[in-house]
């Protein structure tokens, strides 16, 4: 159990973090199509919602990987995929034939949703850069 309690979380960052950093950089090397894949939902302002999207995605994704300032990297990557999942996996309002892709993508989003919410509520554990910061026996 020692070596799950020490790495596991750490392994669980950078799954976490799989979803994000590259989803990031793929927003920012076909920035037209996420320019205009948002404007499609009807969002307001999408160039800046995508380069908002993009840097999000990178910086807070890199810093939940580094366990580096882990738990508010989380939180917002957690407000992050709720929304996402609102917006862009509405199961309930596309054709038939996309329903079930999109539940799926919908509730995969949840289900990440709950492994951030996990690390905002327990921290990056003990190999992250966060960890390095605290004072020895706190």
């Known amino acids: 159990m020692a070596f799950i309690e020490k ?3 750490l392994m669980g960052r ?5 979803m994000f950093v590259p989803a990031g950089f ?3 090397d076909n920035f037209g ?5 948002i404007g499609s939902k009807g969002l307001p302002l999408p160039t800046v919602l995508a380069g908002g999207t993009a840097a999000l995605e990178v910086v807070a994704g890199l810093a939940l990987l580094l ?7 989380a ?5 992050f ?6 917006f862009f996996h509405n199961f309930w309002a596309v054709d038939p034939s996309q329903q079930v892709a999109q539940s799926i993508s919908f509730y995969k989003n949840l289900a990440i ?3 951030l919410l996990y690390v905002a509520a327990y921290g990056a554990g003990p190999v992250s850069l966060d960890q390095r910061e605290r004072p020895p026996g706190t």
Not at 33 to 37: F, R
Not at 75 to 79: E, I, K, P, R
Request: avoid cysteine; charge should be positive; charged fraction near 10%.
């Open 7 to 9: 790495f596991g979380p």
């Open 14 to 18: 950078v799954l976490l973090a799989l």
């Open 26 to 28: 793929s927003k920012i």
């Open 33 to 37: 199509g996420t320019v205009g894949y």
């Open 67 to 73: 366990g580096w300032k882990a738990r508010w990297a």
């Open 75 to 79: 939180l917002v990557l957690a407000v």
């Open 81 to 86: 995929a709720v929304l996402a999942a609102l």
């Open 113 to 115: 949703t709950g492994g």
